[in-house]
């Protein structure tokens, strides 16, 4: 049976916040911090960091039953960056578990709280398994309207989710969102969005040959370079092989 998002009893914030707490690693958070670029000016300056990995998290998030939205908000309010992935996580589990009703509420519960989705890490995960999987086979001008956001981590959720239209055969949405970013200004907006472009490689070499065929020349040269990545690692065929008449498949330097 489908879940409609009642909280269970063992469900408290501070509670399930003090579980991540209890599994904070100093040495491992000092290594993180350098790592998420915490520095005075870096994108992610003061995120504070317990030191916690994602699999202990989800073995948390799976032990937590079903907090409730107001719950999860004080959870996605923490400064610690891993309270804020544990909040995500089990938004994720209540949308994946829930029916029609909870997953819009989780979705919009999600995009009225964006502010809170802070890291890349933190887009990463959840941004396909929600935002992508509620706009499937629904009106997707929602991800146009992030893609034009001021806020860097949003304009990330709109590409990020469109992996999950990648992963059921459909490209328009990313190669439309990638399109949106080529003149954006952040480096991380330029993986996220040559990322997304190699996943249709994957799938469909031909659509990003098309989108190269027309936007190569003006690409950020991160998001080409991520975008061909999984050419670079392909094995030559015959076809694709120099010789008289060939054409390469691979990326300038």
Not at 77 to 97: K, N, Q, T
Not at 194 to 205: A, F, N, T, Y
Request: positive net charge.
């Amino acid at each position: 049976m489908r879940g409609t998002g009642r909280e269970t009893a063992d469900s408290g914030s501070g509670d399930l916040r003090g579980r991540v707490l209890r599994l904070a690693d100093p040495a491992y958070a000092r290594r993180v911090r350098f790592f998420f670029k915490t520095g005075p000016g870096a994108y992610a300056e003061n995120d504070m960091f317990a030191g916690v990995r994602v699999p202990a998290l989800r073995a948390v998030a799976r032990a937590a039953g079903e907090p409730s939205l107001a719950r999860i908000l004080r959870l996605l309010r923490d400064p610690v960056h891993e309270v804020r992935m544990l909040a995500l996580l089990l938004l994720i589990r209540r949308f994946e578990a829930g029916d029609a009703a909870c997953r819009r509420r989780v979705a919009d519960f999600y995009l009225a709280n964006t502010r809170h989705i802070n890291n890349w890490d933190l887009v990463d995960v959840s941004a396909a398994p929600i935002v992508g999987a509620w706009l499937w086979g629904r009106d997707t001008a929602s991800l146009d309207a992030l893609a034009r956001s001021p806020q860097m981590w949003e304009r990330r959720i709109a590409i990020v989710a469109t992996h999950a239209f990648i992963r059921r055969g459909r490209f328009d949405e990313t190669l439309r969102i990638a399109e949106a970013l080529l003149g954006d200004r952040e480096d991380l907006l330029h993986k996220a969005a040559g990322w997304m472009l190699r996943e249709v490689d994957k799938r469909d070499p031909r659509a990003l040959d098309r989108f190269l065929a027309r936007h190569r020349g003006v690409m950020p040269r991160t998001m080409l370079r991520y975008a061909l990545e999984h050419r670079a690692r392909r094995p030559l065929t015959p076809a694709r092989t120099r010789g008289p008449g060939a054409r390469s498949g691979c990326a300038d330097g």
